[in-house]
């Protein structure tokens, strides 16, 4: 088998066709269709089914999928350790994530040390982030929740509390925290079951034998927020993807330990890949510079606190006016923190 016969099937496995194979490899297609057919007849073996000008792969074309991604994901490796000769001066960073919420702090400082670095990121859930690192198409992954798979090597890097939220004519708006229990049938727009903040909560909710009346699944946290404005019910939300609005407020759960949890997670043999070395690298050391994320997250709202307070849009309707400090001892109440920009 020659190297070139397994870069054109790796190219139409890759494209889903010769045409678009051979604009992959810049070369015409009856090179590619010949590679590909020395390549099954020397072997006398099937690798794609063929129909019209669309192509499917046959079980033992997947598995030489699988061996030819780490085949040409260890060449890639090779030439930039080659090429850069110490330093990432170039080359291509492919990112999974669940949410650009968690992820965007590492791509910016990822970005401002290795400006010749291109960066694309792969947003979808934490199964198909996992699923994508297995098949070679992303490089790392930033998740919500972390995998014992012994393939996988992950960092924490945050966790951030889940928050409920409502419209601004609910009777809970002019609060600023509520009891777990206090959702005992209340009204909830919830994420569907997958969804990891949809699992804090509930493990939250079992833990104290509450049942809210679920009246919506939605697989979608824009989806959610709207629904929740249009009056439906209420939501729940980690504190790092929530989005002010006039229209609502975000109250912490005071009495019950509900996160959800970020993680950097690549390929155990592909941590040492110079491009994977450094994101990761940049991950831990992010999280250092802030101790333990639980800490940094008090400590953050802390310092926040009292921005929300003092506008009238995002604060409870008796809100406003007056400096942040004397607003809350006036009322009595604890500032709401300022959710971070998006």
Known sequence: MRLTQLRSFHAVARAGGFTGAAKLLHISQPTVTTQVKLLEESYGVELFYRRGHTVRLTPLGEQLFAIAQRVFMLETDALHLLKDSGELKSGHLRVGAVGPFHVTEMLAEFNQRFPGVGVSVRVG??????????????????????????????????????????????????????????????????????????????????KAGVTPRVVMEIGSREAVREAVIKGVGIGAVSEVEYIADPALRMLRVHDAEIYTHAHVVCLKERRSARLVAAFVGIASELQRSRGLAGKHHGNRAGTRSGARSGDGKHGGGKRGGGSNSGNSAGNGRKARPRPPPA
């Open 125 to 206: 859930n934490s199964a198909d982030a996992l699923a994508a690192l297995l098949a070679y198409q992303t490089d790392v992954a930033v998740l919500a929740q972390v995998t014992d798979d012994a393939g996988f090597h992950s960092i924490p890097y945050s966790r951030h509390p889940v928050m409920i939220f409502v419209r601004h004519d609910h009777r809970f708006a002019d609060r600023d925290s509520i009891g777990v229990r206090e959702l005992e049938g209340e009204r909830m727009i919830l994420r569907e079951a997958g969804s990891t903040t949809r699992k804090a909560l509930d493990d939250a909710l079992a």
